[in-house]
């Protein structure tokens, strides 16, 4: 169940209108190619129509994903900012409310780090303490690098440790990490290009076949036998790109 609250929930957020727009057209577009290449059926494209609704689970999440991968990336920002006010002598609640002027000038638009950060300041004015506020952005962003600062912040308040050691530790391990995640996106980066192009290959294939050879293609289409042959195609090429897709993921 999606909690209810005002600020988003990045696990369960939805589309904005816009980007829900797009992705029930490039859906609706997918379904026009299966429904002509491997049917050849105006009717073939309003029966794979329902298929749409998955895309667009399978979009969301994508697009969740990035947009989490950003607030991540935001935070740490953020932290930095966060760590510097601490070496000037501020608090660690003032060095949160300071980070918002900072970031400001980092982002000319409205981002959702942004959105955090007053609602931190918003919250911190109405008396709530800091480690609940992160927490709750922490358990909303379902991120564990998020997790992690706040977990340290929270049990260094408790033991009296030093607080800019701390951050100044874990923007340290926050490095390493995003320079071993760059390393890897670059390293697959190539075959993810591979993986697009081998995703097309087939269509093209089935294209060429169609127009040199007018009719060679004729029997696979418009009887039982033929419809048969190629939803077994379709199911196997839609297979071969989940487990591509699920092998770059775990890559």
Not at 31 to 41: A, E, I, L, R
Not at 164 to 180: D, G
Not at 200 to 223: A, Q, W
């Amino acid at each position: 169940m999606r909690p209810s609250s005002k600020l988003p929930d990045y696990k369960y957020e939805d589309l904005s209108g816009r980007e829900s727009l797009i992705c029930i057209l490039q859906g609706a577009g997918l379904m026009t190619v299966f429904g002509y290449f491997f049917y050849k059926s105006v009717y073939a494209v309003l029966f794979l129509l329902p298929l749409v609704y998955p895309y667009y689970k399978y979009r969301t999440a994508q697009i969740n994903g990035k947009r989490r991968k950003k607030l991540v990336y935001d935070f740490k920002e953020a932290v930095k900012f966060v760590s510097y006010s601490l070496e000037a002598g501020y608090s660690l609640e003032n060095a949160f409310v300071n980070s918002i002027e900072e970031m400001g000038r980092l982002y000319k638009e409205e981002t959702d780090i942004l959105a955090e950060l007053r609602a931190i300041r918003a919250g911190l004015d109405n008396n709530r303490t800091l480690s609940s506020l992160l927490q709750n952005l922490a358990m909303r962003s379902g991120e564990e690098d998020i997790s992690n600062l706040v977990m340290i912040l929270s049990t260094g308040k408790k033991m009296g440790g030093n607080m800019k050691e701390t951050i100044h530790n874990y923007l340290e391990i926050m490095e390493e990490k995003t320079a071993l995640e760059m390393e890897i996106d670059m390293a697959l980066s190539s075959r993810r290009y591979e993986l697009k192009i081998m995703s097309v290959i087939p269509f093209l294939i089935i294209l060429y076949v169609d127009v040199s050879n007018r009719g060679l293609l004729d029997p696979l289409y418009h009887n039982p036998v033929g419809i048969v042959i190629m939803t077994v195609m379709l199911g196997v090429y839609c297979l071969a790109i989940i487990i591509a897709e699920k092998i770059m993921k775990q890559m």
